[in-house]
């Protein structure tokens, strides 16, 4: 947990390798950065007005920071409302302004990596795979991610494609990473956890900021500028461009070309008054990249793959209006409406564009000094048009589908300070799986200062998307001695989408602790029970032999396979956090997450196998370790070393990296960076694509050159 500067009360929320080896690498790394600090000033760096760019200051460091700032770190996504992250009753990490900016990682999916209980891995060019608590793949499809609010789930494939994320890191005011259900709030899909990337608010960045990052694979510029027109009126506008030659196969030569793309966009704040605040935002992206795939012979005589380079464009586009109005002390609300369109091409030509509309109405009553009551109702529209291939069909090319929703809950203050109650529900209405209830309890208890305690009991669903009710997917062919075709044809697999079936269910527990151990060193622990039933499995539904004209005997066997609502399986783990200062100079944060499951047994075909798919995805271990350090005024050193551990599906192997960013300020207030990602080897693996056939592909090392300066 880091630091965070509440805003205003009117701002709305907006190869295998030891561990061994890799522990000696992170020593070898610090090892210098002790040396040198022995003639360090151990004084902290003071912090400066962020919004005054005519001052030259250091910026305030995770090593500035005391415990007690620690544990009032805000949260917005747990109870949509402003609230403590020592008082929340779930497992939510904080990643600051302070930590986003210290860090090596060039994309927001690299910020993620060592957040606990978050699976990243980087599969394709431009994709990655995240999720929280299992089920990881390129669509996590129970992942619910917002910017400001604003949902980044595509419904059409329930995911979210993470290189459309463009927002400027230096952007970013916080992001809030909540493990575990946020249905009870939030709605449908955000079963295993909800991130929401939150951006700064424009009176707080007044000034341009320029951030440059070059390397011999990778280059992205941003630029941002923010000014207040008057005591009441103020704006950013920025722009961003990546170009990244993508990832390699295992000899280190490039998979495909580059991905490049950039965005643009800006967000105005006026607030007229001490009640009211006003909030507008659009943003413009688009990016072309390639990715390589096999696509299945139309050829029956010779049977197999060829392989295809897909040429991918997307264009996004978005718009966002939000009214916070203060009512009274004790009584707030929220209106807020968004349009997002997407036309995305991927798969060799399979075209969506998406359309969201959407209206949400919030109110959070003080009702007294038990009762503490969020509340709302929404509405959303979601249309999508597809164009398809001979490889994927769908049953319509075009669908509309509609959403009605409301919330309730009520935060109970039994004893104050001590012990408090959250119960509530999301009631949704859609017309595809038709009602869905989503109910929580949550207790917090603090039997002593220093120790606070919490436990929750969540139900929550995931909805089909429209691949999963409506779509006919011809991707994979088995040929014959391979382990899954014990047959003398080569049987080639059709993947079906079945319209009239349950969304996948979720009855969650939670328990978690979290501890001022003193010194300046806080611990926070959460475990988890996830019992999941309705999961979509593959099961075999029909199957013939393939004939052509003239030909007395098959050349084939062609099956049927639906995407059938019978799965079931069980999941468990737990996550912790220990941070502190090792010395005033030298902060540490260790995170570590273990992650464990059982397949459920479906009698009428093979759903263990079938859900080993996206369970297999994710690792069992991980362990995240990071060091940062303040040399004096001018300098500071961070460092993170990741452990993984192995996948069981795709034959992917545990690896070990490190991180290192070595910054150096200049008097004018600029920032000059050498930053190196994925140091410990020449390239690893971290996903295999499991959608379609392609080619496994490898992360490079890589070093690259930074200059942030803002005037």
Known sequence: MQISTPSPALRAPA????????????????????????????????????????VSTVPAGLLDVSLEDLLTIESTSVAKKRQR????????????????????????????????????GHLANGAYAVSIRGFNSRLTNSLLVMVDGRSQFISTISGVFWDQLMVPMSDIERIEVVRGPGAALWGANSSNGVINII???????????????????????????????????SYRAYGSYR??????????????????????????????????AYTFQAEYGEGRFDTPFRLVSTNLFAPGYFQFQAENVFKSFNVLGRWTRRQSDTFDWSLQTQYNRLDRTEFGGVGVRWQLADI?????????EVHDVSFGVGARLLHDDIS???????????????????YLQDDI???????????????????????????????????????SLWGAVSRAVRTPSRFERNAHLSLFVALPGEPNNPTPLPVYTTLNGVNDRNPEVLIAYE???????????????????????????????GANLLFVPNVPFPLGLAVDVGFLDTGTAKTWGGEATLAGNVLPWWKATLNYSHFNFKLGIDPSAGAPSSLLFPLGYSPRNQIALRNNFDIGDAVSIDTQLRYVGRLEQGNIPAYATADLRLTYRLSNGAELSLVGTNLLQDRHIEFNQQDYPAPRAYVPRAVSGQLRYRF
């Open 15 to 54: 190869t295998g390798v030891s561990l061994s080896r890799a522990v000696l690498a992170l020593a070898l790394l610090a090892m210098p950065v002790m040396v040198q600090a022995q003639d360090a000033d151990d004084v902290p760096a003071q912090a400066g007005d962020a919004a005054d760019s005519s």
């Open 413 to 451: 203050t039994l004893i104050p300070e001590v012990l408090r109650v959250t119960l509530g529900t999301k009631v949704e209405n859609n017309n595809f799986t038709g009602f869905e209830i989503q109910p929580s309890a949550r207790v917090f208890l603090r039997p002593a200062r220093h120790l």
């Open 388 to 406: 398809q291939t001979p490889y994927v069909r769908f049953d319509t090319l075009s669908a509309t589908d509609r959403w009605i929703s409301g």
């Open 360 to 368: 949400d109405l919030g109110l959070h009553w003080r009702a007294s």
């Open 199 to 233: 951006t700064k608010h424009s009176a707080d960045s007044g000034g341009t900021s320029v951030d440059l990052r070059s390397g011999l694979r990778q280059q992205d510029v941003s630029i941002s500028h923010g000014e207040r027109l008057s005591d009441t009126l």
């Open 511 to 541: 328990a978690g602790a979290r501890v001022n151990l003193g010194g300046n060193w806080s611990f926070d622990v959460a475990g988890y029970f996830n019992d999941y039933s309705s999961l979509t499995v593959n099961v075999p539904t």
């Open 85 to 120: 992250v020592s008082d929340s009753t779930a497992a939510v990490y904080v990643i600051t302004q302070d930590e986003i900016r210290r860090s090596a990682a060039p994309t927001i999916p690299d910020l993620l990596r060592g957040v606990p209980g978050v699976e990243v």
């Open 243 to 276: 170009h990244d030659d993508g990832l390699v196969n295992a000899q280190g030569d490039d998979i495909g070309r580059r991905w490049a793309g950039g965005s643009g966009g800006m967000r105005l704040d006026f607030e007229p008054d001490e009640r009211n």
